[in-house]
């Protein structure tokens, strides 16, 4: 199986599980970078994730730009993507999604910060990115590459940022390193919000944060993963070495 090939199978899978897990509904999007092109990245066109098949995927230059668009019409906030994959060298993949857990601390000002160790990847604090905030009033959708760069410049080094009124971009060094920390993300959420109706919560430590990222690599990974292929009826393809 060529790289491209592994690539394609892995964003049709991704889709899959980000719906089955409840991370994305008729919305959302996952991408990876073309692995024979840095400069491109692949993404499926305007469909809803359940449904995705291979032949969905559309290959973009960083600007959004489709080669070869055949009729498939573009999600519109594809920037997400491209400035992403343009700032972030390291970066190999994009979720961007409207999980509903995450929206409250969008707007509320109270930051969500790892309580589990399982979270510790979605990064020390998860910045909020406001559109209102450069843009003014605007549909809130990330609609061109200015939009993208600034999104992208506010993330910066760290894994994930919500988006104030809208949702929240997670970026991975793999599909399934992004699908892994947007699904933590999601019940990293949930749990903080039943925590402080409790009282005070003790965080993880910035030294617990990094000695647990330093532990999540491909065994916890793939665990995840072959579950949720599963789960997703999809099957689990072994990495290409
Ligand atoms: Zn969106």
Redesign the pocket.
């Known amino acids: 199986m060529s790289k491209l090939d592994f690539i394609l199978e892995e964003l049709v899978t991704a889709n899959r599980i980000l719906a089955n897990e409840g991370i994305v509904d008729s919305?959302?999007h996952v991408s990876a970078r073309h692995p024979g092109n840095p400069q491109h990245f692949l993404l499926s066109r305007a469909r809803a994730p359940e449904r995705i098949e291979r032949d969905d995927i559309v290959e973009y230059t960083l600007d959004g730009t489709a080669i070869d668009e055949r009729g498939r019409a573009p999600y519109l906030?594809r920037f997400i993507h491209g400035a992403i994959y343009e700032m972030r060298p390291d970066v190999h993949a994009v979720v961007?999604?409207?999980s509903p857990s995450t929206i409250p601390f969008g707007v509320t000002g109270k930051t969500l910060k790892p309580l589990l160790h399982m979270c510790a990847s979605i990064g020390h604090e998860v910045p909020v990115w406001d559109s209102h905030d450069k843009f003014g009033d605007t549909a809130l959708?990330?609609s061109d590459m200015a939009m993208g760069r600034d999104l992208a410049h506010l993330i910066g080094p760290r894994p994930t940022t919500l988006?104030r009124g809208?949702?929240a971009t997670v970026v991975g060094r793999s599909v399934r390193h992004a699908v892994f920390v947007s699904v933590y993300l999601e019940l990293g959420a949930k749990l903080q919000m039943q925590a402080m109706a409790m009282g005070d919560i003790k965080f993880l430590t910035p030294g617990e944060v990094d000695k647990v990222i330093s532990r999540t690599g491909p065994y916890t990974l793939n665990r995840a993963w072959e579950n949720w292929c599963w789960r997703a009826g999809r099957p689990f393809q072994a990495e290409l070495g």
């Open positions: 919305f959302g906030e961007h999604n409207h959708l990330v988006m809208h949702g």
